[in-house]
């Protein structure tokens, strides 16, 4: 993998977050965005998006390793992770929502370093240090929301 490729991948990734962070903040100082566009709906629909795309992240691992080793628990977990980032915005409560958005992420995070130990992705491009750090960043946004909002 070329060191531009490398780059780009990690500019990605901080590029993901910049929601999450201008979101959770503009919740916490109280912002008031057009259209009554509330801040932490914002948090949360990304949230459900993001959610979503990691999914589709392991459903890819596992078309790619289905020739080679047994996937279809990948594959089923995929789709449940997908599942739980719909009805995280069929919620009608920020507290369940952002709950289970954040352990969701830590789900994901756990289930793709186990489900991909040995593989190269493991070792390729600092790949997981990387998810750890925006993971660990999604849930302290997230979670100083969910915080807001239990003494509101």
């Known amino acids: 993998m070329t060191t531009l490729k490398q780059k780009l991948i990690h500019i990605l990734g901080a590029a993901g977050l910049l929601p999450f962070l201008g979101s959770a903040l503009a919740e916490l100082m109280d912002v008031t965005l057009p259209y009554k566009v509330q801040p932490v709906d914002l ?16 459903w890819g691992r596992a078309l ?5 080793e047994p996937t279809n628990g990948l594959l089923l977990l995929s789709n449940a992770f997908a599942l739980l980032a719909w009805v995280t915005l069929l ?3 920020v507290f369940w929502t952002l709950l289970i958005q954040m352990l969701g992420f830590a789900l994901v995070l756990i289930s793709e ?3 991909a130990r040995g593989s190269t992705m493991t070792t390729q491009l600092g790949y997981y240090p990387m998810r750890l750090s925006l993971t660990v960043a999604v849930i302290v946004c997230q979670l100083l929301v969910f915080g807001n909002h239990l003494f509101l």
């Open 64 to 68: 790619h390793r289905a020739d080679s």
């Open 113 to 115: 370093r186990k489900l």
């Open 91 to 93: 919620l009608d409560s």
């Open 43 to 58: 948090l949360m629909t990304y949230g459900a998006i993001i959610l979503s795309f990691l999914s589709g992240v392991l």
